[in-house]
């Protein structure tokens, strides 16, 4: 099953090829928005792994999803649809209050395989 995966900045260590090709565009949050409002509206699972608290508490307001931080790791699967949910400037060690003009968010697609 098709899965949407909300992460932090790339885990390399999620992906379990020796060699492969990461394709990032960054995107606006209202695409962000849309797309995992359509991709769930086909009934497949969204999953969070950032586990930063307010900026999931802001990612549930904005997706009208209740959604948890959640420290696991994360393994890549085939089909999944990834969502990179970074801070434009994070601060080491400070729980601040995020707001939409804080983050920064990039979908990626895995190609297995080295491609340059």
Known sequence: MVRVVLLPPIPLNAFPYQEF????KKISIEKFINDVKE????????ECY??????VRLLSQ?????L????????????????IIGLKRPV?????????????IAYIIVFP???I
């Open 21 to 24: 090709t990461i394709l990032v």
């Open 39 to 46: 991709i769930l509206a086909k009934g497949y699972k969204l």
């Open 50 to 55: 950032v586990r930063h608290e307010s900026t």
């Open 62 to 66: 904005l997706l009208n999803i209740e």
């Open 68 to 83: 948890k931080p959640s420290a696991e790791l994360y393994q890549y699967r085939e089909g999944d649809e990834i969502y």
């Open 92 to 104: 080491r060690g400070q729980e601040l209050q995020v707001n939409v003009n804080d983050l920064e």
């Open 113 to 115: 395989k080295l491609i």
